[in-house]
DNA sequence: TTTCTGGGCCTACAT
DNA sequence: GGCCCAGAAA
């Protein structure tokens, strides 16, 4: 391995032996390399790979760890332990999750179902579901679990707080009686186990010797509850992060966490790691004004050796087509007379809506784009179609995933009788499949009882398939026993679409047999149910990537164009009201400058449309913290100015009223 | 039981 | 500007 290719803080935190180690690595400073080279180099000094344990937030960052290690040990590095928190808290718990009241093969929620877990709430209580509380009430369960709260620990005396009380334990009951735990559950449940149970506790706190994570600055308080509860004996705990770079808050990260890291573990060895190694100078000190502002931050400044490099622009424009527009052109312009190709840009924003004036945009000019974060794959209606039959036939008490597809194809199953089946499996303690088999105890019409006997029949004789068959072969059976590809196929394209991805998920299933040929059904939905959008993010071939900025951590390009730079876009009309809302958004803000390499535009209109309304906006307040020396400003005709643009062309920072 | 349509209402970011 | 839901119609 080779140690003199390090800077000298590189060198320290991959060679720092035993004891806590906070890595304070700046954006671009190389901290991925230094946390694989950590890994390989403990395992050099005779630490047993399986002994080893590195968690992070995507299996993407997952991934490149492993490819990574395998480069550098020259052999795959069999035995140790990278995942994600999700993956590596549901390979902890699947062994005991007896213990924790659940049965194993249990369901892994998405969003989606947790919705609908959340509407049958509801109902049972004879609650209103208007659409906003549904998703307030989800946001407010999930920020309960990851502050590792139960619903005994939600005691405020409002009626609001007794209603969320009421409506968590539910939820947690009904989500139970399903079999299945949500995001959060995962993490919770495994925390829940290691405190209650010492046999357990001890069996974990024993497997490991040394545990790292990645992206420390995003864990939230179960996060940091079960990396205590797993090193607590050994404290050899590294953790990487960068509080500047800290943009999870909304979903419970805590960035107090690596901000008090040296108080939890006061013989921590810190390192920070300023040089970087990805943008020009001039890009860097465009973000060093952005971000400094922020008062409560670990002391750092990048600083690289790549050179000055050409002053980021400025752009005014009138409204947000125009906005696009120019990106468009510009992209057009630097590819002719500077050789850049279209994988060489990024277009980053705060919304996800934002990207439609975008595409507009480029699809006028033929410039063709990978649209990141839209609908994914295992979001189209066929494939949670297929995945909830998966699904039910491992655990055929799923209740979201029967509901799902009682009546896929078309059995003359209402929704009704399929709320009252749920009902009669959990009055009768059996499962959803055996009160469908025996449909006298459901309280419906005879024929609706047929109904589901024939839903039983026919699900039910897969049901033996499970532990025989290989989930590419158990797709084909669930196509062909249900006669689904007659139901999707309408003669329309859009049937014609369906079909095809069908098609591709079950070839994903075969490559995925090839890949990890030990596994089963159980796995194969873990897998799929765990994947996250940002893990497919690749460069896509000669396409322009169009990302959210939230996605966009983590990654660079040649050419950045940071766009929607108003007060109320960037940042985010929200934040005004939360507290530490505004030094979110400019982390955010941070975090978009910081993935450009060579060439940063700041782009921002006087107009733009929401809802198809269109609202005057102020720039946003971040542009001001930037000395007008350090940008070119392009101002387009009908800009209208809220102030940046005279102030700019004055040379004065200071108004800031 | 299934399909269609109009109106309400939002939408931040996402493992 | 699109999604979801309620209510009507077939």
């Given at each position: 391995?080779?140690?003199?290719?390090?800077?000298?803080?590189?060198?320290?935190?991959?060679?720092?032996?035993?004891?806590?180690?906070?890595?304070?690595?700046?954006?671009?400073?190389?901290?991925?390399?230094?946390?694989?080279?950590?890994?390989?180099?403990?395992?050099?000094?005779?630490?047993?790979?399986?002994?080893?344990?590195?968690?992070?937030?995507?299996?993407?960052?997952?991934?490149?760890?492993?490819?990574?290690?395998?480069?550098l040990l020259g052999r795959a590095p069999d035995g140790l332990w990278v995942g994600t928190f999700h993956a590596i808290a549901t390979r902890m718990l699947r062994p005991h999750a007896d213990r924790l009241g659940y049965r194993a093969g249990f369901t892994i929620f998405d969003e989606d179902d947790s919705r609908s877990i959340m509407k049958r709430a509801l109902a049972d209580l004879d609650l209103d579901p208007k659409k906003h509380q549904v998703a307030g009430?989800?946001?407010?369960?999930?920020?309960?679990?990851?502050?590792?709260?139960?619903?005994?620990?939600?005691?405020?005396?409002?009626?609001?707080?007794?209603?969320?009380?009421?409506?968590?334990?539910?939820?947690?009951?009904?989500?139970?009686?399903?079999?299945?735990?949500?995001?959060?559950?995962?993490?919770?449940?495994?925390?829940?186990?290691?405190?209650?149970?010492?046999?357990?506790?001890?069996?974990?706190?024993?497997?490991?010797?040394?545990?790292?994570?990645?992206?420390?600055?995003?864990?939230?308080?179960?996060?940091?509850?079960?990396?205590?509860?797993?090193?607590?004996?050994?404290?050899?705990?590294?953790?990487?992060?960068?509080?500047?770079?800290?943009?999870?808050?909304?979903?419970?990260?805590?960035?107090?966490?690596?901000?008090?890291?040296?108080?939890?573990?006061?013989?921590?060895?810190?390192?920070?790691?300023?040089?970087?190694?990805?943008?020009?100078?001039?890009?860097?000190?465009?973000?060093?004004?952005?971000?400094?502002?922020?008062?409560?931050?670990?002391?750092?400044?990048?600083?690289?050796?790549?050179?000055?490099?050409?002053?980021?622009?400025?752009?005014?424009?009138?409204?947000?087509?125009?906005?696009?527009?120019?990106?468009?052109?510009?992209?057009?312009?630097?590819?002719?007379?500077?050789?850049?190709?279209?994988?060489?840009?990024?277009?980053?924003?705060?919304?996800?809506?934002?990207?439609?004036?975008?595409?507009?945009?480029?699809?006028?000019?033929?410039?063709?784009?990978?649209?990141?974060?839209?609908?994914?794959?295992?979001?189209?209606?066929?494939?949670?179609?297929?995945?909830?039959?998966?699904?039910?036939?491992?655990?055929?008490?799923?209740?979201?995933?029967?509901?799902?597809?009682?009546?896929?194809?078309?059995?003359?199953?209402?929704?009704?009788?399929?709320?009252?089946?749920?009902?009669?499996?959990?009055?009768?303690?059996?499962?959803?499949?055996?009160?469908?088999?025996?449909?006298?105890?459901?309280?419906?019409?005879?024929?609706?009882?047929?109904?589901?006997?024939?839903?039983?029949?026919?699900?039910?004789?897969?049901?033996?398939?499970?532990?025989?068959?290989?989930?590419?072969?158990?797709?084909?059976?669930?196509?062909?026993?249900?006669?689904?590809?007659?139901?999707?196929?309408?003669?329309?394209?859009?049937?014609?679409?369906?079909?095809?991805?069908?098609?591709?998920?079950?070839?994903?299933?075969?490559?995925?047999?090839?890949?990890?040929?030990?596994?089963?059904?159980?796995?194969?939905?873990?897998?799929?149910?765990?994947?996250?959008?940002?893990?497919?993010?690749?460069?896509?071939?000669?396409?322009?990537?169009?990302?959210?900025?939230?996605?966009?951590?983590?990654?660079?390009?040649?050419?950045?164009?940071?766009?929607?730079?108003?007060?109320?876009?960037?940042?985010?009309?929200?934040a005004f009201e939360e507290a530490g809302g505004l030094d979110e958004e400019r982390r955010l803000c941070y975090v978009g400058i910081t993935r450009a390499q060579r060439r940063l535009y700041l782009t921002s209109a006087s107009v733009r449309t929401i809802f198809a309304k269109t609202v005057a906006l102020a720039s946003s307040q971040f542009l001001h913290d930037i000395p007008p020396a350090l940008l070119d400003m392009v101002e387009l005709e009908g800009h209208?100015?809220?102030?940046?643009?005279?102030?700019?062309?004055?040379?004065?920072?200071?108004?800031?009223?």
């Amino acid at each position: 391995m080779d140690l003199a290719s390090l800077n000298d803080p590189q060198r320290h935190a991959v060679t720092h032996r035993s004891g806590p180690l906070l890595i304070l690595a700046g954006a671009g400073s190389g901290k991925t390399r230094v946390l694989t080279m950590r890994i390989a180099n403990l395992i050099h000094h005779g630490v047993e790979a399986e002994r080893i344990l590195a968690l992070t937030f995507t299996n993407k960052a997952a991934r490149e760890m492993r490819t990574r290690l395998k480069a550098l040990l020259g052999r795959a590095p069999d035995g140790l332990w990278v995942g994600t928190f999700h993956a590596i808290a549901t390979r902890m718990l699947r062994p005991h999750a007896d213990r924790l009241g659940y049965r194993a093969g249990f369901t892994i929620f998405d969003e989606d179902d947790s919705r609908s877990i959340m509407k049958r709430a509801l109902a049972d209580l004879d609650l209103d579901p208007k659409k906003h509380q549904v998703a307030g009430l989800l946001a407010a369960i999930s920020r309960a679990k990851a502050e590792s709260r139960s619903p005994e620990d939600i005691t405020g005396k409002k009626a609001s707080d007794r209603a969320l009380r009421m409506i968590y334990e539910r939820y947690q009951a009904l989500s139970r009686e399903s079999n299945g735990m949500d995001f959060d559950d995962l993490l919770l449940n495994l925390v829940q186990l290691l405190k209650n149970d010492a046999e357990v506790l001890a069996e974990w706190r024993g497997r490991f010797d040394h545990v790292l994570v990645d992206e420390y600055q995003d864990t939230n308080r179960v996060q940091y509850e079960l990396l205590r509860l797993l090193c607590d004996g050994h404290r050899n705990l590294a953790v990487v992060g960068d509080d500047d770079q800290s943009i999870y808050a909304f979903r419970g990260a805590d960035v107090r966490n690596i901000l008090d890291f040296g108080r939890d573990y006061t013989d921590a060895t810190v390192v920070k790691l300023e040089q970087n190694y990805r943008s020009t100078q001039a890009i860097l000190d465009v973000a060093h004004h952005v971000i400094s502002r922020n008062q409560e931050r670990t002391d750092k400044r990048l600083w690289t050796a790549r050179g000055e490099g050409r002053r980021p622009v400025l752009l005014l424009s009138p409204d947000d087509e125009a906005e696009a527009a120019f990106v468009g052109d510009e992209i057009l312009a630097l590819e002719q007379s500077e050789g850049w190709i279209h994988s060489d840009f990024a277009i980053l924003y705060r919304t996800n809506a934002q990207s439609r004036a975008f595409e507009k945009a480029l699809m006028a000019r033929r410039i063709s784009y990978n649209l990141v974060g839209g609908l994914r794959f295992w979001d189209r209606r066929e494939i949670k179609d297929v995945v909830a039959y998966l699904r039910f036939l491992a655990n055929p008490s799923d209740a979201v995933s029967f509901d799902r597809i009682a009546n896929v194809p078309k059995r003359r199953i209402s929704e009704r009788t399929a709320q009252a089946a749920i009902a009669a499996a959990a009055d009768g303690g059996v499962s959803i499949l055996e009160a469908c088999a025996a449909p006298a105890q459901v309280q419906v019409r005879a024929d609706a009882q047929e109904a589901l006997a024939s839903f039983a029949a026919q699900v039910g004789s897969l049901v033996a398939d499970v532990g025989k068959r290989r989930p590419h072969e158990l797709i084909q059976l669930v196509l062909r026993r249900c006669n689904l590809s007659e139901h999707y196929d309408d003669g329309s394209p859009a049937g014609r679409n369906r079909l095809d991805n069908l098609v591709e998920l079950r070839e994903l299933a075969q490559s995925y047999e090839r890949y990890s040929p030990a596994q089963g059904l159980e796995r194969f939905l873990t897998d799929i149910a765990l994947t996250a959008g940002a893990d497919d993010v690749d460069g896509k071939r000669e396409q322009v990537t169009l990302i959210t900025l939230h996605m966009a951590k983590g990654l660079e390009y040649p050419v950045v164009f940071l766009t929607g730079l108003e007060d109320k876009m960037l940042p985010h009309e929200r934040a005004f009201e939360e507290a530490g809302g505004l030094d979110e958004e400019r982390r955010l803000c941070y975090v978009g400058i910081t993935r450009a390499q060579r060439r940063l535009y700041l782009t921002s209109a006087s107009v733009r449309t929401i809802f198809a309304k269109t609202v005057a906006l102020a720039s946003s307040q971040f542009l001001h913290d930037i000395p007008p020396a350090l940008l070119d400003m392009v101002e387009l005709e009908g800009h209208r100015s809220h102030g940046i643009a005279s102030r700019l062309r004055r040379g004065s920072v200071e108004a800031t009223a």
